[in-house]
């Protein structure tokens, strides 16, 4: 193995490793819009990472009730069914504005279109900037 390749697998286990840590607070206590916010940037992460090292297309997907990723089988959009990629519905109250009209696509060559979205619930927000290659919470503009 190279070293890039053990760089790469070894952000893929951070990424995981956070998804997992979120899941079990997540169990605990109720919800938080910042809670929201951090999970939709680990799944989104997550997703691209996938998108380029499965050399594959794959596609944050939104509807009014949540989000989910799809995957590219070289004619139609097959939605991802994992628990990690799959359909997330948003906590009741919750909602989403997102900067690009879904679905964006998240390139195999890490060459994504850049996306912010921003989650909202009773006058609290966090917002959520991808920018092509990875994403993060930021400060809600």
Request: aromatic fraction near 4%; charged fraction near 15%.
């Amino acid at each position: 193995m190279t070293l890039i390749e053990m760089l790469i697998v070894l952000s893929i286990i951070a990424v995981a490793a956070g998804a997992v840590t979120l899941g079990i607070g997540a169990a605990t206590r109720a919800p938080s819009v910042g809670s929201e916010a951090q999970r939709l940037a680990d799944r989104l992460q997550a997703a691209a990472d996938d998108a380029m090292l499965g050399d594959s297309l794959v596609a944050f997907t939104a509807e009014k009730s949540g989000y989910g990723f799809a995957r590219f089988d070289g004619k139609t959009w097959q939605p991802l069914a994992s628990e990690a990629l799959g359909f997330h519905a948003l906590p009741g109250g919750m909602t989403m504005r997102l900067s690009a009209r879904p679905p964006v696509v998240l390139g195999p060559e890490g060459s994504g279109k850049p996306l912010t979205a921003i989650i909202a619930e009773r006058g609290q927000s966090a917002s959520v900037a991808y920018d092509g290659l990875t994403a993060r919470v930021v400060p809600a503009t």
